[in-house]
């Protein structure tokens, strides 16, 4: 059991609470790397015993927060050189909700830069392990906020998901992560990468705090155009009685026959309690990939325009004219993979190639879309690995991106489609957790979650802690 969770039963006082937690993070932070920046252990206790006097659902509760969210007073990098010392004047949205509750933000976690990747690898500060085989990696990009949860540290997290980013890391590290609808939760304060495709979402250790964080962060915000009015309550177990669930088999062909048999597990648990399993294939999945990194990128290259060392980021090099500052800036200043994104981005909405890559993969986009509802249609979730591969070893796939993007295969779709989508834990395989996908129908998230609580129950896995 997590710290927070005897917190909350009051089995341990404040003291104790923040004592023990930064004394683990002491003992097994130098190799997990979960955080990029902690925040002084008095600090932190003064605070909770302020919030606890505030009062609140979460009163008191230590809450990591990946670094592209901002936070007033606390370093935000997006793990990246070119914002190494950006220190925010304002707080994102999500996390003035979270203190108006009693949150009290322990540090922010580490993550690829700018949010782009898969592992947590590409991060200027260096990889993230997994708590559960530090030679492997936590996923990403929000990997050092899992990890945060499955190292024991804290039992809630925010993190953002633009193909996959937030349930990647919780299948590989054993938690529970929503990916809202889009325009659920504000992205005001997320420091943009792919503006169509990217939501703040929350991380936990159990289902039933999944849905309390994600209970305060949604809804509508005069600062985000793009959010709707939307209230989420915290929701109890749905049981599955009579529940349609389609089962997406062209996924599971692809995906480790090790998952597969820890996903078809709890699928036979699900039948049992009266869902009705059906077998279906989602067409035009082979074009999810393509059209999503075209978009992303696409998307990328416009919006860290802005790092150049004049205006925002990394700023060494001031002399010559701006074309050549400006090329200094950048190039030392962002990563491999950043350069990558936004070279490829460039390109593709470069006069000549717009129309060849930039709109058809935008008629891609609304073609799977329309193959979705259809399925949608018929089935109330889907449901598929979360990830298709256990989680890789450090090195494995960094150096190989076409490698690297393929393992995001399962989880664009509900990006690409702007729906909600969970990975809950429902095994494991080689002593690694196995995460299970539950997509549903826009603005389904509270009913996924009510789903997720009931599933919990039937595996009897929740507050992992490696």
């Not at 060494?316 to 800036?329: I, Q």
Request: hydrophobic residues 40%; contains cysteine; proline residues 5%.
């Amino acid at each position: 059991m997590s710290f927070t969770s005897k917190f909350l039963k009051g089995e341990i006082g404040p003291d104790d609470y923040v004592g023990k937690t930064f004394d683990l993070i002491k003992k097994k932070d130098s190799e997990i790397r979960a955080f990029i920046t902690l925040r002084k252990e008095e600090e932190v206790l003064q605070e909770v015993k302020e919030r606890i006097k505030q009062g609140g659902k979460l009163a008191g509760v230590l809450l990591a927060v990946k670094d592209n969210i901002s936070t007033a007073g606390i370093r935000t990098t997006c793990a990246s050189r070119m914002l190494e010392d950006y220190v925010p004047p304002y707080n994102a949205t999500v996390i003035n909700k979270v203190l108006k509750e009693g949150a009290v933000i322990i540090g922010k976690t580490n993550m690829d830069e700018f949010a782009m990747g898969s592992t947590t690898e590409t991060s200027y500060f260096g990889p993230t392990r997994n708590p559960w085989n530090l030679e492997r990696t936590p996923g990403g990009s929000s990997g050092g906020s899992a990890a945060s949860i499955a190292a024991g540290y804290v039992n809630l997290a925010l993190g953002s998901d633009t193909g996959g980013s937030i349930r990647a890391p919780a299948s590989f590290n054993g938690v529970y992560g929503l990916k809202p609808s889009y325009g659920t939760v504000s992205r005001f304060g997320l420091v943009a990468y792919a503006n169509s495709l990217e939501q703040i979402g929350p991380i936990a250790g159990n289902a039933e705090h999944l849905s309390t964080l994600f209970s305060i962060i949604a809804g509508e915000d005069p600062k985000d155009a793009t959010t709707i009015n939307y209230s989420a309550e915290e929701t109890a177990p749905i049981p599955l009685k009579g529940l349609r669930v389609g089962v997406i088999s062209n996924i599971m062909e692809s995906s480790d026959k090790e998952i597969v048999s820890s996903i078809k597990n709890a699928i036979n648990k699900m039948s049992d309690e009266g869902a009705i399993i059906e077998e279906t294939e989602l067409k035009n999945v082979e074009l999810a990939l393509p059209s999503y990194y075209v978009i992303a990128m696409s998307e990328a290259s416009s919006n860290l325009a802005r790092f150049d060392g004049v205006r925002y980021g990394f700023s060494r090099y001031s002399e010559g004219n701006w074309k050549e500052t400006f090329s200094k800036n950048r190039g030392e200043g962002f990563g491999l993979e950043v350069k990558r994104r936004i070279l490829l981005g460039s390109f593709i909405l470069s006069a000549g190639y717009y129309d060849q890559y930039y709109i058809r993969a935008l008629k891609a986009r609304n073609l799977i879309k329309r193959n979705m509802d259809s399925l949608f249609s018929k089935y109330d979730i889907l449901v598929s690995p979360t990830m298709p591969v256990l989680p890789p070893k450090i090195g494995e796939v960094i150096d190989d991106p076409i490698k690297m993007y393929a393992i995001d295969l399962n989880t664009v779709l509900a990006n690409l489609t702007a729906i909600p989508a969970i990975s809950l834990p429902v095994g494991f395989a080689s002593g690694l957790p196995v995460g299970m996908q539950i997509m549903g129908r826009y603005l389904s998230d509270t009913f996924l979650l009510g789903i997720s609580r009931f599933m919990e129950q039937l595996t009897g896995l929740h507050d992992l802690v490696a």
